[in-house]
């Protein structure tokens, strides 16, 4: 199985027409990796996007302004500070964002000379250590690009 033209249809469905703007994208983002087990890698105003599941890759074309981008990237950092408090860094860094079982793996870079996002949906065993952090086992292995 490959990615669905469905999957790549709703992705550019929710970054060009938004529902609630940059919350509303970087949620729908985060659903459509974990729905569809996706490696997304956004920069230079493409988003490749690969299966985890049969390695299958599309490329879509997102021309957007920086401001744009860099406000998408620090609603991410602030997801993953949210789970694991004292994380954060508005401009570049990783975090994990656990849903149940699944999660998904964020670096970002966010600064004024780059912009880049890779989201990775793997499926964990999480537990959250003493200090609060999550500490996150992947269950399979990663695939990287």
């Known amino acids: 199985m490959s990615i669905s033209a469905l999957a ?3 992705l ?5 027409h938004p529902n609630d703007g940059f919350v509303g994208i ?7 990796c974990r729905e569809h087990a996706l490696q997304l890698d956004w920069r230079d105003n493409r988003c490749h996007i690969r299966s985890i599941r049969d ?4 490329v879509l074309e997102l021309p957007y302004r920086k401001s744009i981008i860099r406000t998408i990237l620090a609603r991410i950092a602030t997801l993953c500070d949210e789970q694991a408090p004292g994380t954060f860094s508005p401009y570049g860094g990783h975090g994990t964002l656990v849903f149940g079982s699944d999660a998904i793996i964020a670096n970002w870079v966010n600064t ?7 989201l990775k949906c793997i499926q964990t065993s999480s537990q ?14 990663e695939h990287r690009v």
């Open 112 to 118: 004024t000379v780059e912009q880049s996002l890779n």
């Open 26 to 32: 970087v949620n729908d983002i985060l659903s459509l």
């Open 12 to 16: 550019r469905k929710s970054i060009e």
């Open 55 to 58: 390695e299958s890759e599309a």
């Open 128 to 141: 959250v250590q003493p200090n609060g952090k999550l500490q996150v086992n992947p269950v399979e292995a």
């Open 8 to 10: 790549i249809a709703d």
